[in-house]
Structures are given as structure tokens and as C-alpha cells.
């Protein structure tokens, strides 16, 4: 079995991260730095057409965005992260469920800068935080559309005032897998979803 169907093997049933333990959590941690050992594309940044899309989250150690599911009433739905190479911009949303007909959604809209072959910096400028039914939301490519196109969601759209400065490494890139670090040492796994903008 290769690197890669091994990874995917490991964070099956895991639930992004959510009912993996420690042991679980070195297991996929060990796989993946062997995976990024074997990085298909040296360049991961410049790489825009395979770097370009709407990515579905699989695995992470990102304990701030497993703990969205912690808040009592309500269940962490799919996380995507739309990159738009062409506006340098990071879409990053999550679907929140709940009760009927009050499903949420977290959305943090970001610009990015490219500071060598696989880092970028990252500011965060803009979140949206509502009900999916009063934002009209249908999925993360025709949101971000409707972002990138202008829009406001009034009263539920607001600044951010960055105060640090966030960071993030593709460090394993293929047309359908995507493995991040962030600056806080969080792993990210993404998958590609074939719809785009």
C-alpha cells in the first residue's frame, strides 16, 4: 500500500480529528511527514491550477476548530477552504448543524502573501457568522462567488483586526490531496472537491 492510501486509510472514521486519540494522532502524524518526504510537487505555490479550489477538510490537530463541535445543541458539519489563487484570497467555512432550519455557518475571509516556495502569510480580514437560511446558503463555491462578487451579509459580516501574524506551508500537494502547517503546528488534510467556481 502507498504513503498516500495509507494516510487516507488512518484518518477514515476519524471524523477530521474529533475521535482520534493520541495514539491515533502519532500514527497519522508519523504517515504524513513520510508522505510530505515524497511531495510530488516541489514548488507547491506556484503550482496555482492544482492549488486553485474549494478543498474539503479530512484530518486536523487544529484543537480551536475541533472544538466548534463542543458547544452543546449543535454538531461540526464539513469545513472547506476555497483558495483563490487569482485574488490571493482564503475562504475558510464552516458548516455548523442544529436544529432543523437553524443550521449555522462560520465563514473568516482572508488575503494571502507568498513569502518563499510553500509559505504564505496569511490576514484575516472579514467573518461571516449567521444561519445558513438568512445568509442563502446552498454551498462554499457559490458563497464565495457571491463574496467575491461584493456582497454583504449585513448584520452578520464584520471586520478582523489581525494581531499577529498567522502563517501556512503546503507541505504535500497532488491534484486531489492537500497537507498543511500551520504557524501554530496544527496539521491540515484536505481533499479537493470537484466543483468549482
Avoid at 475521535?19 to 511531495?39: G, H, K, W, Y
Avoid at 496569511?122 to 462578487?149: A, D, M, T
Avoid at 471586520?159 to 504557524?183: A, C, Q
Amino acid at each position: 500500500m502507498d504513503k498516500k492510501s495509507q494516510l487516507l486509510e488512518a484518518i477514515a472514521g476519524k471524523n477530521r480529528g474529533l475521535l482520534a486519540n493520541d495514539l491515533d494522532n502519532i500514527s497519522i502524524l508519523t504517515i504524513v511527514e513520510q508522505l510530505e518526504d515524497l511531495n510530488p510537487t516541489v514548488n507547491p505555490l506556484s503550482a496555482k491550477e492544482q492549488l486553485h479550489g474549494n478543498w474539503r477538510l479530512l484530518y486536523t490537530t487544529s484543537k480551536s476548530l475541533l472544538g466548534l463541535d463542543r458547544v452543546p445543541i449543535v454538531k461540526l458539519g464539513q469545513i472547506y477552504q476555497y483558495i483563490s489563487v487569482k485574488n490571493n484570497k482564503i475562504y475558510n467555512i464552516a458548516e455548523i448543524l442544529g436544529l432543523p432550519f437553524l443550521e449555522g455557518l462560520i465563514t473568516v475571509k482572508a488575503n494571502f502573501t507568498s513569502v518563499s516556495h510553500k509559505r504564505i502569510k496569511v490576514n484575516f480580514e472579514r467573518s461571516i457568522i449567521g444561519l445558513q437560511r438568512l445568509l442563502n446558503y446552498q454551498s462554499p463555491s457559490q458563497f464565495v462567488e457571491e463574496i467575491e462578487g461584493g456582497k454583504n451579509f449585513f448584520p452578520f459580516d464584520f471586520k478582523i483586526n489581525n494581531k499577529n501574524e498567522p502563517w501556512l506551508e503546503v507541505t504535500y500537494l497532488d491534484d486531489n490531496l492537500r497537507i498543511s502547517r500551520g504557524n501554530e503546528g496544527n496539521v491540515f488534510i484536505l481533499a479537493k472537491e470537484k466543483k468549482e467556481i
